[in-house]
Each structure stands twice: as structure tokens, then as C-alpha cells.
């Protein structure tokens, strides 16, 4: 009885050594990021842009309730600039809305989520520009622009 107590001691030890010894990157899942109009990897980035090449619409202010590895959610301010009279002297229309990111995308070596999904918040429409009707229930676009 006394050679039990410890064969199962040193038993207990050893196994509590194997189990120390997993790398938590064994368990962890590889990171998904967004890369927005080309600026590369990132995760839970402030904001996104629909229009790289003029910044006209956009989300801001984007407070994330969730990043996993195949899509991320979050709330934010949905812009778009009605270009009345000009782009450049236009009135912005903002929207209180929810985010979505998918559509997960092995590239550049790393895993990308490439869809934007931009949606009112519930019980609300966008507040749109009048000359760009009808009003959309919901705004998606690709993020296919890369650097290098």
C-alpha cells in the first residue's frame, strides 16, 4: 500500500508536466484581419471605407462586439457624401448602423475577412442622399484593394 501513494504521485506529476507543456498556439485559431483600401492587415480597425478612391461613404466610430476567426460584428456611423452641389462641397449623410464582416479569405499569407455589410439600426432607415434613390436596406461592398 505504501508504493501506491507514490507510483501515483509521481503518475499525477508526470501528467501535470505533459499537460503544462501544450502550446497555447496549439489551441488558438490563426487571427483574421481587414485590410482597407490597401493599408494593410488589421484588426478591429476604427473605421472602414467603401470608396478608396474618393472616401465618400464609409463606417466610423466602430466599436466591435465581437472579432472571431471567420467574422466580426460591431456598431457604428455609416457616411455618405450626396456630392450636392459638388463632391467636394457635399453634404454628408450619416446613419447609426450595425457591421458586419465576413466572407473569409486565405491572401497575402494571412486570412482576410473581405465582406462589409452595413445595416440600419433596428426600427431605422439610412438617412440618404435625395438624389441617390431608392433608399437600400443595406449597403455591402468587397474589400479588394492591396498593397504591393
Partial sequence: MKRTLPISLIAALLLGTVLIGISPASTTKTPSYFNDCGLGPVTKPSSVIQYCADGGAGVVNIKWSSWGATSAKGTGIYYINGCTPTCAGGTIYKSSVNVLLNKLVKTHGKNYLMNVTVTPKAGKKF??????????KKVTWTSDMWQG
Fill in 127 to 136: 438617412v440618404w442622399p435625395p438624389k441617390m434613390k431608392p433608399v437600400p
